[in-house]
């Protein structure tokens, strides 16, 4: 499923490890940097007035189906001046993650993905939050999973891999807990990656997926694609995502695990 502003980004995990050091990587490491920096202004705009908003919406997702995200240039630049700014993302996102895993009781160890991982910040923060989780860390860049692996495990408690979110390598209800940070709105596939996340998830498992509000999907937009994925609308809740002020630039999207036939 496509939508206006949507083009691809990353259509491959070969096409996101770019080669280094050339000047025009420098700048597109820059435009990057200039192009993130324009969303989160976008993004104070746009929480303020309905209009604001729709224009906001419009403009980013304008802007963002321009860039080109998450080669080596584009990661470096994401490591050293984006994933700092959303730290208290990863820290809200492990408290939810926690407290969602302690509302069906003891779990034994765990098995998390996070799908789009990045950097690996988010599946960081989680490992300190839940000791005795086991995570994986999924994604498409290669160059991005470069700085993921630095924070791998050798008991394996901690790993990253490469992979898209629309073709999952884990069995049938193997996952107690599938969470997701600002990648969703960079999915080529969104429907397949719900179905994907909806097969994956143990009966009594549960899916967060965040994104920012301003590039995310509108409750229609994710209405079709629950519908494609095979979902009902409804099994896919849209959320706000609670904690003060910064916390309105994020949306959450929540999907329980169904119950085995
Ligand atoms: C803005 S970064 C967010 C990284 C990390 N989750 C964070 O919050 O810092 C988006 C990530 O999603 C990854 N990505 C995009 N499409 C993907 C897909 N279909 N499957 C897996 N990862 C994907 C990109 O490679 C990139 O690393």
């Given at each position: 499923m496509r939508f206006p502003?949507?083009?691809?980004?990353?259509?491959s995990a070969r096409e996101a490890g770019a080669e280094v050091g050339r000047p025009r990587d420098v700048q597109r490491g820059r435009g990057l940097r200039r192009f993130l920096s324009a969303i989160l202004l976008l993004g104070l705009i746009a929480a303020l007035t309905r209009p604001g908003r729709r224009l906001g919406r419009a403009l980013a997702r304008r802007l963002d189906a321009r860039v080109e995200c998450f080669t080596e240039p584009g990661s470096n630049t994401y490591v050293h001046f984006f994933a700092p700014i959303f730290e208290h993302l990863y820290r809200r996102v492990a408290e939810d993650a926690a407290r969602e895993l302690a509302a069906r009781g003891r779990i034994h160890r765990p098995l998390i993905l996070d799908l789009?991982?990045?950097?690996g910040d988010l599946a960081v923060a989680m490992s300190r939050r839940l000791r005795d989780a086991r995570i994986v860390g999924i994604d498409l860049s290669p160059s991005m999973l470069l700085w993921a692996g630095r924070h791998a495990t050798t008991d394996g408690r901690l790993r990253f891999i490469v992979g898209d979110a629309a073709d999952l390598p884990f069995d049938d209800a193997s996952i107690d807990l599938v969470v997701s940070t600002l990648s969703l709105h960079h999915w080529t596939e969104p429907a397949e990656a719900f179905a994907e996340i909806a097969r994956v998830l143990r009966p009594g498992g549960v899916a967060l997926i965040y994104d920012l509000g301003l590039l995310s999907f509108t409750p229609a937009e994710m209405a079709g694609v629950a519908t494609e994925a095979g979902l009902e609308p409804a099994d896919i809740q849209r959320e706000r995502v609670r904690g003060g002020l910064l916390s309105s630039f994020y949306v959450r999207f929540k999907l329980e695990g169904f119950p085995q036939e």
């Open positions: 502003g949507r083009d691809y980004k990353i259509s789009g991982c990045g950097p």
